[in-house]
């Protein structure tokens, strides 16, 4: 089946350090892949997104590289900061773009403190 | 982006009482609304796929009798909680999608309704 496994949080940085928050799939064929990201009292928003193998995503400062070999999608920023603060969900779609449903990780919860 | 909103954005019933959530695409036309349950701490689960003028599709294991799902217009979607109980306390989000356009094929996400039943 299809299924997202995400590392658990909390996670707690300060200001200007590096972040990685790992994500690893399971699906057959050639998912979709994407990070959302949910701030508070807010709904998700998509953040980027990668369509196929080798494919790197990125959007204000984060990147994420679809490495079909290991599974995985994890996000990573160089320096982040305070309003990086919120949660990020690893997810899945079948069909090459958000058409198909989507298949969620748990979400980590990030905190940047200055 | 466009723009998904919710109403209400919390909501505490009573045990036995029925609550109506309301999706709604604010800025494009949304032929197809996903309500997702997330619990805390957990994933976003799918309850539910509808599309506009025609009857939901129901994932597995969710009550289509307890979880009622209209979409009658390209910009509206409701989930209506029927005889609600302290088990269906949870986050509820709603996503659409649009048909092409300002709101492209994207889906876009509500902020959530929390709904607490005592």
Request: charged fraction near 15%.
């Amino acid at each position: 089946g299809n299924s997202v496994t995400q590392m658990e949080g909390p996670v707690t940085l300060s200001e200007e350090a590096f972040l990685t928050i790992n994500c690893t799939y399971t699906a057959t064929g050639y998912p979709s892949l994407f990070w959302y990201v949910q701030y508070p009292g807010e709904g998700l928003q998509l953040l980027l997104k990668a369509t196929k193998a080798d494919d790197k995503g990125s959007n204000k400062g984060f990147e994420a590289t679809y490495r079909k070999e290991t599974t995985s999608f994890h996000l990573e920023k160089g320096s982040v900061q305070v309003s990086d603060s919120a949660v990020y969900f690893c997810a899945l779609s079948r069909g090459g773009s958000t058409l198909g449903r989507l298949y969620f990780g748990r979400g980590t919860q990030l905190t940047v403190w200055p | 982006g466009a723009v998904v909103s919710q109403h209400p954005s919390w909501v505490i019933c009573k045990s036995g009482t029925s609550v109506k959530i309301e999706c709604r695409s604010l800025d494009f036309q949304a032929t197809t609304m996903f309500w997702y349950r997330q619990f805390p701490k957990q994933s976003l689960m799918l309850m539910a796929t509808s599309n506009e003028g025609s009857k939901a599709t129901y994932e597995q294991g969710v009550e289509k009798d307890k979880f009622l799902i209209n979409h009658a217009s390209l910009t509206l979607s409701t989930l209506t909680v029927t005889s609600a109980h302290p088990e269906d306390s949870s986050f509820y989000i709603c996503s659409a999608r649009g048909t092409s356009g300002r709101g492209g094929y994207e889906q876009y996400f509500g902020p959530g309704t929390r709904l607490t039943v005592t």
